[in-house]
């Protein structure tokens, strides 16, 4: 298991450990997690927690990719477990905020549905030997995503103070940049997944 692959793997470590802050009855072991005022907001420390370990799992995906590319390392455990630990880093977080109340329950629905669209049309394209790369959209997607994530799970801080709610929607954004590039994906593949028949 080279370097990127272990990094992945971490990610994925990372991702369940903030899954538990997020889940887990403290209240119930006898652990008593505060609540902290700030700006005349009340904020729970499990999050902040949940949020800087989340920010530490963001990062590993960047790396994980790019030392793989540098160093020649990409294997197809690594793309596999990559898959994986993408969409175990952000589905999973984006269900739970959404029945906590922390976002609309139309934002995962939205994003999961087209994660499912999309990883069928690489897997067909990948089956008829097409390798579909990563697309402009999609990586817009990514990054407004993970950085409206990290803003909920700090409770909008600091642009909640003046009235701003900047998470909200960079998660829109990002939800409707989903949806763009699971067109585009489509059209990029159109042709192998719909084949015209030939005339004879």
Do not use: C, H
Request: glycine fraction near 6%; avoid cysteine.
């Amino acid at each position: 298991m080279n370097t990127p692959t272990k990094l992945t793997v971490l990610r994925i470590i990372l991702t369940i450990v903030v899954i538990l802050f997020m889940l887990f009855p403290f209240y119930a072991i006898g652990i008593q997690m505060p609540k902290v005022l700030i700006g005349g907001i009340y904020v729970r420390v499990e999050y902040f927690i949940a949020g800087g370990i989340f920010i530490v799992a963001s990062l590993t995906d960047f790396l994980d990719g790019y030392l793989a590319r540098k160093n020649n390392q990409v294997t197809d455990l690594g793309k596999m477990l990559d898959a994986i630990a993408d969409k175990l880093l952000v589905n999973p977080i984006l269900i739970i905020l959404a029945v906590q109340g922390f976002i609309t329950p139309w934002i995962p629905v939205i994003i999961i549905f087209r994660d499912t669209v999309v990883d069928a049309i690489k897997m067909e394209a990948s089956r008829k030997g097409k390798v579909q790369a990563a697309i402009y959209s999609g990586k817009i997607k990514t990054a407004t995503m993970m950085v409206g994530l990290v803003l909920t799970f700090f409770y909008n801080l600091p642009f909640e103070l003046i009235g701003i709610r900047v998470s909200d929607f960079l998660l829109y954004f990002a939800t409707i940049m989903s949806v763009i590039s699971m067109i585009d994906y489509y059209r990029l593949n159109k042709e192998i997944l719909f084949p015209k028949e030939e005339i004879l």
